[in-house]
């Protein structure tokens, strides 16, 4: 099994720049690739970045393109998410996910944190 904690949510204004982390623990050398996710009240969860070990593969939303960078630490068992030029429509929940391979990581994660809350304020 595979432990992920999510930390670095919180309240700010828009215009504002955060930065989330994910710790994992466990097997995690079963880990291929990690991502983050998010929900928004009243709406479906959606992915918003990923990123695979090696070689290096990345996925953006369109949405916050250009704005949030992910990134993994050195030792690949810390994954973070830096957040710019926050909008309102960013508030959401925000959950980081790990999987096998880049593709499910997207698609249907195994692994899943307990979330953290971001909220941005007009």
């Known amino acids: 099994q595979v432990q992920l904690v999510e930390s670095g949510g919180g309240l700010l204004q828009a215009g504002g720049s955060l930065r989330l982390s994910c710790a994992a623990s466990?097997?995690?050398?079963?880990?291929?690739?990690m991502g983050w996710f998010r929900q928004a009240p009243g709406k479906d969860r959606e992915a918003v970045a990923a990123?695979?070990?090696?070689?290096?593969?990345?996925y953006y939303a369109d949405s916050v393109k250009g704005r949030f960078t992910i990134s993994r630490g050195y030792a690949k068992d810390t994954l973070y998410l830096q957040m710019n030029s926050l909008k309102p429509e960013d508030t959401a929940v925000y959950y980081c996910?790990?999987?096998?391979?880049?593709?499910?990581?997207?698609?249907?994660?195994?692994?899943w944190g307990q979330g953290t809350q971001v909220t941005v304020s007009s």
């Open positions: 996910a790990a999987d096998r391979t880049f593709g499910t990581v997207l698609s249907a994660p195994a692994y």
């Open positions: 466990g097997r995690t050398f079963s880990i291929y690739a």
């Open positions: 990123i695979s070990w090696n070689p290096t593969n990345t």
